[in-house]
């Protein structure tokens, strides 16, 4: 079990470049989430999905998109990249028979010039 | 919305003192959670407190839920150098989002 991975592990953007990062878990978990880490603020949560196909917003969803086409599987696309959005994207799952339990990705540093 | 207020912010102790971390909540909790992430790592799961006044242990490690569910505390005794990282409370609400803490960072010294 690779457990929750993510694509890629690091990336430098220019201010209005769009990109895609790639989550996948491999324990058939129903929930996913997408959260930002910024120094003194702990862990923001971005979008999460409750189920394929669903997606919903968490507390700065502002300049993300996601989606959930497979179970397994969960995209955050930045459109329009901007400084404010340099941070660490983090990657969770949690199985909905554990109370929400999280298990995270290793995490994608990301730097917007 | 639900706030989560966690301290200290930053802690820097000797090698074999004790540290506590505390948790509030401004809402009652359903249940709360503890993550620990290494510098450089990404969160781990410790431990989940449920039922009100519930106190766990792991090892060096005890974990404490308040009576109203609304705080709780993990204090470390001796604190050793594989310690070091930053803690998180995890506060989960009777919805499905967990609320994370800022974090405390404790860093030791040997």
């Known amino acids: 079990n690779a457990g929750v991975t993510q694509t890629p592990k690091f990336r430098v953007l220019k201010t209005g470049q769009s990109m895609t990062l790639l989550c996948a878990q491999d324990?058939?978990?129903?929930?996913m989430y997408w959260y930002r880490q910024d120094p003194g603020m702990g862990l923001r949560l971005i979008h999460y999905s409750v189920g394929e196909g669903t997606t919903a917003k968490g507390e700065v969803p502002d300049g993300y998109n996601v989606s959930r086409l497979k179970k397994q599987n969960f995209l955050l696309g930045l459109e329009s990249a901007a400084p404010s959005q340099t941070s660490v994207y983090f990657c969770a799952s949690s199985y909905v028979g554990q109370k929400n339990i999280q298990y995270f990705g290793a995490g994608t540093r990301l730097s917007v010039l | 919305g639900q706030q989560v207020m966690q301290i200290p912010q930053y802690q820097h102790v000797q090698e074999g003192e004790d540290f506590t971390t505390y948790c509030n909540s401004s809402?009652?909790?359903?249940?709360i959670q503890w993550y620990k992430q290494r510098p450089g790592g990404h969160p781990v799961f410790l431990i989940q407190?449920?039922?009100?006044?519930e106190v766990k242990k792991q090892k060096r490690l005890t974990f404490q839920f308040g009576e109203a569910k609304k705080n709780s505390s993990l204090h470390i005794t001796a604190t050793q150098t594989t310690d070091v990282g930053t803690y998180f409370c995890?506060?989960?609400?009777?919805?499905?989002?967990?609320?994370f803490g800022a974090g405390t960072i404790l860093r030791v010294k040997s």
């Open positions: 324990m058939n978990h129903e929930y």
């Open positions: 995890a506060c989960q609400g009777y919805g499905n989002k967990l609320v």
């Open positions: 809402t009652t909790l359903s249940n």
């Open positions: 407190l449920v039922k009100s006044g």
